[in-house]
């Protein structure tokens, strides 16, 4: 069975509970006290008025300790909480809009200035919202205009590098990986070999993309060979700058087989010629004439074929007059003998 103590407290409004006959506020509590367990807060209204009412259990006693007051007292705090966060959010608002419409006043000037210098440049007579676009859009359009610039000489810088490397222009490797440090052309491998790609029908190679084609090139040679492309194609040319290791030289070799193999699938009908091999940067400029002679020895190896430099070196290296060879090879072409013919020169 609950035990109830009633302590009926106020804020200076004991005179407006004296009105308020004291069974009628018992018959209030009596029912919140049944209701609630524990600490318990609820209003009452009664002859007119709204009361505040917290009860308060204590364990020890066992006794509900009951306070009452008059709602508008018990809100009062609250209300003037209220009120104080209502004005400081309107200065707040004031002293932001004053604070922007300054920042306006004192930002916004030199970009009048600006759109009046801009107008005496151009003599438009545009407002100054479409100067400025107007300039932003001109500022883009020269970074476009300098960026296409900058693509398209670090493409002359790496033709213009690789045909110095082709010209021996560098006496050692660190001179070499110097001047393509910036372009990002560098050999870390010590034995260079120059294959020369000779495309029989350019306009073949024209339908599938220059760039295309090199891309898969690249893709058919091995990771550890490094490899640059000098495009040729005037000369119907492409000329690959490799740089292995010695015993690199047979993967090379079977990577341009597949390669030949992969462009003939692709439409493009191509021979290649293979130079020796050297350790020097110096001896490159051989290199590339080598590959280029072992291409003139196609009509001998036909079209679509590889054509190793070493292959034709002891034509070249002979003692027997190259004129006499080639009589000797005329004559087995006229008797249409043209295995006898080809090995004349192996």
């Excluded at 003139?296 to 004129?323: C, F, N, V, W």
Aim: with cysteine; hydrophobic share 40%; glycine share 6%.
């Amino acid at each position: 069975m609950k035990t109830y103590l009633y302590s009926i407290t106020t804020f200076n409004c004991l005179a407006a509970l004296c009105r308020i006959q004291k069974g009628i506020i018992l018959n209030h509590i009596t029912p919140l006290l049944k209701q609630h367990k524990g600490d318990f807060s609820d209003t009452i209204k009664t002859d007119g008025r709204q009361l505040y009412i917290i009860g308060l259990h204590s364990d020890v006693t066992g006794y509900y300790y009951v306070k009452i007051t008059d709602m508008q007292y018990a809100m009062k705090s609250l209300n003037q909480i209220k009120v104080w966060v209502i004005v400081v959010i309107t200065l707040m608002f004031a002293i932001g809009a004053v604070i922007i419409m300054l920042g306006l006043r004192f930002n916004y000037f030199p970009i009048r200035k600006i759109v009046s210098q801009l107008k005496a440049y151009s003599g438009g007579k545009e407002d100054e919202l479409g100067t400025i676009e107007r300039a932003i859009e001109d500022l883009n359009q020269l970074q476009v205009d300098y960026r296409n610039f900058t693509e398209h000489s670090e493409d002359a810088l790496y033709e213009n590098l690789l045909l110095s490397i082709l010209n021996s222009s560098f006496n050692n490797l660190q001179s070499l990986n110097s001047a393509g440090k910036s372009i990002g052309v560098y050999f870390s491998k010590n034995v260079f070999c120059i294959a020369s790609i000779y495309v029989e029908d350019i306009v073949a190679l024209n339908k599938i993309g220059y760039s295309a084609v090199v891309k898969s090139i690249a893709g058919k040679i091995p990771a550890s060979i490094e490899c640059q492309f000098k495009n040729l194609l005037f000369n119907q040319q492409i000329v690959c700058i490799c740089c292995l290791e010695k015993e690199s030289y047979s993967d090379l070799i079977q990577a341009f087989e597949d390669i030949l193999q992969q462009l003939l699938e692709s439409g493009v009908l191509a021979t290649v010629g293979v130079s020796d091999t050297s350790e020097k940067p110096s001896q490159i400029g051989k290199l590339y004439l080598q590959s280029r002679e072992a291409l003139e020895y196609k009509m001998l190896y036909s079209t679509g074929t590889l054509i190793e430099y070493r292959q034709i070196s002891h034509i070249t290296d002979a003692e027997t007059p190259l004129p006499e060879m080639l009589k000797t090879f005329g004559e087995h072409l006229s008797e249409l003998k043209i295995e006898k013919a080809q090995k004349k020169f192996l």
